[in-house]
């Protein structure tokens, strides 16, 4: 169950971040506002916009959640074989680190891995603590979070439109990804890290929330076959798509004042009652077929599959490669998701292929080879 839920979540990590590869201006369109734009007009923009509300911060979040159920999963073995924890965790995650500084100079903006690493090496040692400890520290995490968006939100509502006084800046940008080479792009990400590492700053507070979120869900037995996984389930079903999809249509209904709130407060508990939805799904399939045989091998292959993903896009969307987002902008939203959707399959195809043959994907293998005494 657990790598078929992997499986979806790195899919939707992808049903968003397609968004950003074919918007003009790229992974800088996400700090300008330029992607992920609302429109309810013609039938082609209000299938888009649905689109991206189903997958907006909902596969993060999920991505993010299961994270934290695998540490759990890792400390657990680890105490039942004697070994030191945090010992060798550390240097995982060092190498995680490392793994998504790569990621992000060369391949993608947005990265998610840097900030896993660092927050992973946090929730490690709290896993050492008492329950209390972790509950306690869950909530303030929360508590800040929601402080913090509170705030920059309503610092969004309350600012002046300043749309145009750097228009200048914004063509030079969109006419770097649509026709600069890749050795532009990655100075260009280089000169900018601060800013394009903005995300996992102001989500911190959420990102640990979701690592603890995971630790308690596995250890509630969420994710087991019997009765008390089965009423988890569907109890995070209820509350999360119960409570999460109404306020989230009501951010989305707000326009661009809300984009924080919606991808970083609703999108969450969307994503807990997308956990449970699908796990109820998958302990209903009686004969596994071929989706979930090629959403398991995504999902134990997830590492290699989110960034083979983003190196797909970046050659089929950037300026360097095919050159499709200035080419198809504008074509109109049906070829993203079209994108989207090929990407996917080639995503089920090269993990289901590549899992024949090996038993780790080609990231994890190296992992593995790199830690190895």
């Known amino acids: 169950m657990l790598d078929v839920l992997r499986g979806v979540a790195i899919l939707g990590t992808l049903m968003t971040n397609v968004w950003i590869f074919t918007t003009p201006g790229g992974e800088w369109g996400v700090l300008t506002g330029e992607v992920g734009e609302q429109r309810w007009g013609s039938l082609a923009e209000t299938v888009s916009t649905v689109f991206q509300l189903l997958a907006n911060g909902k596969g993060l979040a999920m991505l993010t959640v299961l994270f934290g159920v695998g540490l759990a999963i890792q400390y657990d073995s680890a105490v039942r074989h004697g070994r030191p924890w ?19 100079v060369l391949v993608f903006a947005w990265d998610v891995l840097m900030g896993y690493a660092v927050v992973s090496l946090l929730v490690a040692w709290l896993l050492t603590r008492g329950e209390r400890s972790r509950r306690r520290l869950q909530r303030w995490a929360a508590g800040l979070h929601l402080l913090l968006m509170t705030l920059l939100t309503a610092a969004l509502v309350t600012s002046e439109d300043s749309a145009g006084s750097d228009s200048s800046t914004s063509s030079e940008v969109v006419d770097l990804y649509a026709h600069g080479s890749y050795l532009d792009q ?6 900018n890290a601060l800013a394009l590492r ?16 995971g630790v308690r869900l596995h ?8 009765g008390t996984g089965r009423r988890l389930r ?17 951010a989305a209904a707000c326009g661009t004042d809300l984009v924080l709130v919606n991808r970083y407060v609703t999108a969450p508990l969307v994503a807990v009652g997308y956990l449970g939805l699908i796990g109820i799904l998958v302990e209903r399939t009686r004969r596994p077929g071929p989706l979930t045989a090629g959403l398991t091998a995504v999902g134990r292959t997830a590492l290699s599959c989110y960034v083979l993903q983003n190196v797909l896009c970046a050659l089929l969307a950037y300026g360097f490669g095919a050159g499709l987002a200035a080419r198809f902008a504008d074509s109109g939203p049906w070829w993203v998701m079209g ?32 830690l190895r005494r």
């Open 219 to 226: 250890r509630a037995g969420a994710f087991g076959s019997d």
């Open 198 to 213: 903005a995300e996992p700053l102001l989500s911190f507070g959420l990102l640990l929330f979701l690592f603890l979120l």
């Open 339 to 370: 994108l989207w959707a090929a990407v996917c399959l080639v995503l089920v195809a090269f993990a289901v292929l590549w899992l024949r043959r090996h038993d780790h994907g080609p990231l994890e293998a190296l992992q593995r080879h790199a």
């Open 186 to 191: 990655v100075l260009f990400r280089l000169e």
């Open 86 to 104: 945090p010992g060798r965790y550390r240097l995982r995650a060092l190498f995680l680190f490392a793994e998504g500084t790569v990621h992000f």
């Open 234 to 250: 569907t109890r995070m079903t209820a509350w999360g798509l119960g409570l999460g999809v109404p306020l989230s249509a009501l």
